[in-house]
């Protein structure tokens, strides 16, 4: 009986699901969504072809460092890296001694706590320590940016879609709204403080264009300083912070593959070597064998048994 009860408890479960799934099916293709700026002219980020990109591809060095001078002359400002620490850059190519310069020249101090007094106080940073945010708290930064919050960089190349290519569409993406969609939706005008970008959620973002032309930087290999390269460099150097082992990872990769298809080759090869003789030997065995059923029909036919 309880069975019976919980088989058309469940069976009415699905036919009240199906309703609701087809009375709101219905409701949507009547009365579809009104399309949105944001929905139309946000664009999916370009490809910023980074050599650390696809299943081969490693992190250049070289652009590591140009990334991390973006970060330390132009981002650094706003943003924190606060899960990336000093000896890091050890993996950058940065010698002990250079680490160390880094780190005692920092713009922003660690905050500490005066021994002699108890107050709070700030000191240099120490090769063992993590990037110090550039606002006390997110009161000050807000406070700082028109109350909005600038995130941490170290991880927002995994936090965000297509991160790497994400982060090069949006400091190169700046520009004027387009007349299109302030003719098609008057009302999404960008209001005054945000910019327009059609690579960010919802076209306007509280972020003023932080590379603003070339030459902005002057690198210390002497490469060519653009608007380009400077944020294909940061878009390299945020994937090596949310990714600092990337490449021990593609090389274990490729070990790990390689490892199996030896594995497997080697396992075909073994069943093959051990079974192929057992499997001639089988013969059929039972009422089916011609043998046997010749048998059979001799013995029903000594019966007089029919068939």
Known sequence: MVRIIGFFVGLGFIGVLLISLFTNGLDYF???????????????PRDAELPSAGMTGKFDQAQLQRGFQVYKEVCSACH???????????????SEAEVKAIANQWATEV?????????PATRKALVSDRFP????NETAARAANNNALPPDLSLITEAREDGSNYVYSLLTGYTDQPAELLKKFPD????????????????????????????????????KSTKEQ????????????????????????WVVLLFLAIATTLAYLSYRNIWANAKRQ?????????????????AKADQGVAG
């Open 30 to 44: 009547r009365n579809p969504p009104e399309p949105t700026a944001a929905h139309e002219f946000h664009k999916h």
């Open 80 to 94: 924190s890296l606060k899960f990336v620490s000093f000896y890091q850059l050890h993996d950058l190519g940065y």
């Open 111 to 119: 905050p500490s706590v005066n021994p002699d007094t108890g107050e």
């Open 133 to 136: 945010s550039p606002y006390a």
């Open 188 to 223: 999404a005008k960008t209001p005054t403080g945000l910019y327009y970008n059609p690579y960010f959620a919802n076209l306007n973002i509280a972020m003023p264009p932080p590379l603003i032309s070339d030459g902005q930087i002057t690198y210390a290999d002497g490469t």
């Open 230 to 253: 400077n944020a294909k460099d940061i878009a390299a150097f945020l994937t090596w912070t949310a990714e600092p082992t990337l490449d021990r990872r593609k090389s274990a990769g």
């Open 282 to 298: 089988v013969s059929p065995r039972g009422p089916l064998d011609p043998e046997n059923r010749g048998r059979m029909d001799a």
